[in-house]
């Protein structure tokens, strides 16, 4: 993937703000920087965790810029190497120009993901952690923060390691009587044991299990509002975001195409959809491709909102409407029936329980947001310490699992056949933290970091 034996260097920063730092790792890095900073004694001896003020120099001994310079050495650094980090004015020529001296004195520039790449092969994180760090860095909310956090301090780690200590413990009680040739060991009591195979599946069956949890955490709750053409949908949309995001008029199918647009409440990401109203009857081809994509909205909405005009009499089309949510809505989408409108002067009998809401006067828009806010009830406050938000993740413990529950099928003086089976979960579990990962799987994972992380 990476020769670890070059000197690596990579702006760290973007091209905004005043202050642009520059990393640069490698056996190497001090003899590189002794060439591009003056002073360069400070690299001849170098003090670990020390700043120092130095001037960068081209090769005709013009001053570049005055910056400061971090100084790390191995094994104390992120990368575990010897490592220096320059803090310059952040001018898109100082930045390319001392970048350009490292190349000139036997730098590269690093690939996506190759600090952290070496900071996970020299020891220094684990692969659990080192997908943290790239969580961390896209954070939006306040709970995925807590989450990719908390990975990053290894409390995933010490969860994953805990249940690997346990299978290592029964495969050791396994293999010792696989060596006992003379028979000497007392065989395992098979009910002691086999409520160790199932209080190990239960455990990484309940970590598993927060992946469902997690997906609203990591990838937001789809909110597809639907309706009748002229029902108020962009009017909410509009009221939830607090700002004219949809363009509203009192004409019928004004909305021809989705539009989607995400804000947070009570720190999780919810994505708005505003859709074509749907009817039965339209000429119209791009209402009717408009309707289409509707009901792809509805397939893929964790909540729909079902809004009916309080204002008009009981329309055909909202029964149709009705029918296609049913036929297309995931099993475990929540739908809210809510009436707009409510400002003008209602034409229907409507349940007293039902929620009526205003986009022009803003009544109980509020309460619609609570109801939404409620989805966070399904995800449990006490679990972010061990919490899967990986695909990944979710597909090795899976695996784990499969290989454990094959055991109880098998006798228990079947050994040599459990201490596979033993192997394997062991493997799935190595898979999520680094240990024996395939090296296709580890360049897609830090193929998506940033370069000079």
Known sequence: MYNPND?????????????????????????????????????ENPTPNNAYFLKIVDENNTIIDKVIVLLY??????????????????????????????????????????????????????????????????????????????????????????????IIDILSEIEVRIDD????????????????IDNLIKEIEK???????????????????????????????????GYERAITSEIPGTTR??????????????????????????????????????????????????????????NPDEDLIYKKIIENKKTDSKLIEVYSKSDLKPARKIDEKTLKISSKTGENIDKLIQM???????????????IIVSERHYKSLDECIKELSEIKKLNINEYEIVAEYLRGALLALEEILGKTTPEDILKTIFSNFCVGK
């Open 7 to 43: 000197t690596i260097v990579a702006p760290a920063t973007g091209p905004d703000g005043a202050i642009g730092i520059i990393r640069a790792s490698g056996s190497n890095v001090f003899e590189i920087c002794k060439k591009i900073f003056i002073p360069f004694k400070a690299f």
């Open 73 to 166: 050495l191995a094994p104390k650094s992120f990368t575990g190497e010897n490592m220096v980090e320059i803090f310059a004015h952040n001018s898109p020529f100082i930045i390319k120009k001392t970048i350009q001296l490292f190349l000139k004195n036997g730098a590269r520039i690093a690939t996506k993901g190759e600090f952290s790449f070496r900071a996970y092969i020299n020891g220094k994180i684990d692969l659990v952690q080192a997908e943290a760090i790239n969580e961390l860095i896209k954070a939006e909310t306040e709970k995925q923060h807590l989450i990719a956090i908390n990975q990053l301090e290894g409390k995933l780690s010490s969860k994953l390691n805990s249940i690997k200590q346990k």
């Open 181 to 196: 040739s003379y028979e000497e060991m007392e065989e395992l009591d098979e009910k002691k044991y086999i409520d160790k």
């Open 207 to 241: 970590l598993k299990d927060t992946y469902h949890n997690a997906r609203f955490i990591k990838n937001g709750i789809n909110v597809s509002i639907v309706g009748t053409p002229n029902s108020g949908k962009s009017s909410l949309l509009n009221s939830i975001l």
């Open 257 to 314: 195409d989705t539009i989607e647009e995400s804000t947070i409440i009570d720190g999780i990401k919810f994505i708005f959809i505003d859709t074509a109203g749907i009817r039965e009857k339209t000429g119209d081809k791009l209402e009717e491709e408009g309707i289409k994509r509707t009901i792809n909205s509805i397939k893929k909405a964790d909540i729909i909102i079902f809004l009916k005009d309080i204002s008009i009499s009981e």
């Open 372 to 386: 939404l806010s409620k989805i966070k009830e399904k995800i449990s406050d006490d679990i972010y310490d061990e």
